[in-house]
């Protein structure tokens, strides 16, 4: 890993500086580890494309870019801004504004009485003591230099916990809204759920921008799902083409828990989405299911981490991409079976449909067993639109782009079809739809901006 400039370094020191002295009642132990995580983010810096987890994306444009602590408070959102963000039905909705909580547009005001949810900022303060078994225990900020970033710098986030045997029957929407104006500005929202054992849920986390200014969100999701618990985790990312977005889910899992993480990938210029479950406790199942969707000069970087540590669990990758443009694309799924982990039963795929001759796709499907009793397997497919296919819908007298539409609908729904929750379902039905409406139609698809452009660019070694 290489260093970055002291002077792009100087603006996080600057941020965390400020962030120390204004968070005085923050517990001990938390500001113990928030010294630990920068001191190791600036021991370490940016990651390179010399690191391996790391080799197809270059993260030099957010490096090289001085970021600023964003200023705008909820104030700057109004209600209306966000309505078109809701769902049709949710439990309750969590906003936050650059990184912070927004009281007036979020409605928790009536949960469910096994359902704890609010902002993560008035927990610590509340209550500090009780997050010290979790926050921070489970993300890796001596692997990833962006967990580190987050662990420094974050300001809120949710904090949402399940009482043991609670059934939440309706969505928790947690949504992120990024807005800027003028200087690059940077936010790090940090997530904290905790479901006990037997609980039961679904998570909606969405991330969106109103703007189409340049920003950086650098955000983190610590998921504990306990003995027996059944949970479903949701992340959209939409924003503009201007967005820097990094994230990480990390799901620690109990004794038989049962955890579905699904992404929805469509929007920033370059994007990088890091799943990473453990499954710690014997018996358990993780389902890990994608869809990204990339045109114009995005970047989407998907990259998938299971550890199997205890016997008899299963998991399941499933990946698709759907590529246009100058776009590039990348999945690197790893397992690791841990020499304890016996009866293990993993599996990786990854699909990818090329829309482009210009449209590149890095796929790396990766196993490491240390047990000798597993079953583990692993592909990718790369492949373009079928033409006779096409030829066929459009001999029935449906036009091309309809055709198209209808086509690359089919090769979408592989991973809609894994999504069971009826209201994210149809939320992300939606989504789909109307990105795809974009897709199946080139010539009218937005082209990225141009710092989407140079990021990408630089990946592939063109001259800017």
């Not at 949504?175 to 800027?180: C, E, H, N, R």
């Not at 199997?308 to 499933?318: A, I, L, N």
């Not at 482009?356 to 490491?368: G, N, V």
Request: aromatic residues 6%; proline residues 4%.
């Amino acid at each position: 890993m290489a260093i970055a400039t002291t002077v792009r370094l100087q603006s996080y020191l600057d941020t965390f500086s400020a962030l120390q002295a204004s968070t005085e009642r923050q517990p001990v132990w938390l500001r113990a580890l928030r010294e630990r995580a920068f001191a190791q983010f600036c021991g370490t810096g940016f990651p390179t494309t010399h690191v391996e987890d790391w080799r197809f994306t270059n993260v030099a444009p957010i490096a090289q870019t001085a970021f600023q602590r964003a200023q705008q408070g909820p104030q700057n959102v109004s209600l209306r801004d966000v309505e078109a963000f809701g769902l049709a039905r949710a439990a309750c909705r969590l906003v936050f504004v650059n990184g912070r909580f927004a009281a007036a547009l979020s409605s928790n005001g009536h949960l469910p009485s096994a359902l704890q949810a609010g902002p993560l900022a008035e927990k610590i303060i509340g209550d500090g003591p009780s997050l010290e078994p979790h926050l921070g225990r489970y993300l890796n900020i001596g692997r990833d230099p962006f967990c580190a970033l987050n662990t420094a710098l974050f300001e809120d986030g949710a904090y949402v916990q399940i009482r043991q045997g609670g059934v939440i029957e309706e969505p928790i929407h947690l949504l992120f809204v990024s807005t800027a104006e003028g200087a690059p500005a940077m936010n790090h929202p940090r997530n904290l759920i905790v479901a006990g054992a037997n609980a039961q849920a679904t998570f909606i986390e969405e991330y969106v921008s109103l703007n189409g200014a340049a920003l950086f969100c650098n955000s983190a999701t610590e998921l504990v799902a306990g003995d027996g618990a059944v949970i479903s985790h949701y992340r959209i990312e939409r924003e503009n083409t201007h967005a820097f977005d990094i994230s990480t889910l990390r799901i620690q899992q109990g004794r038989s828990a049962s955890v579905m993480s699904h992404s929805l990938l469509m929007g920033g210029g370059l994007v990088r989405n890091n799943v990473h479950p453990v499954l710690a406790g014997e018996g358990g199942e993780c389902i890990i299911n994608g869809l990204f969707m990339g045109s114009g000069r995005q970047h989407l970087d998907n990259y998938m981490l299971v550890e199997h540590v205890s016997p008899h669990c299963g998991s399941r990758q499933f990946y698709n991409g759907i590529l246009d443009g100058h776009s590039h694309g990348v999945f690197h799924g790893r397992i690791i079976v841990h020499k304890d982990a016996q009866k293990t039963d993993a599996k990786q795929t990854n699909r990818n449909l090329l829309l482009s001759d210009h449209a590149q796709i890095d796929t790396k499907p990766q196993l490491e067993i240390y047990a000798d009793d597993v079953k583990c397997t692993h592909g990718a497919t790369i492949g373009q639109m079928e033409e006779s296919a096409l030829f066929y819908l459009r001999s029935r007298g449906i036009d091309e782009g309809s055709a198209r539409r209808i086509l690359l609908l089919a090769f979408a729904n592989e991973c809609l079809d894994r999504m069971k929750e009826p209201v994210a379902r149809a939320h992300v039905e939606k989504l789909i739809h109307r990105r795809l409406q974009q897709l199946a139609r080139p010539e009218e698809t937005p082209a990225a901006g141009e710092s989407a452009r140079q990021a990408v660019a630089q990946n592939w070694g063109e001259a800017l």
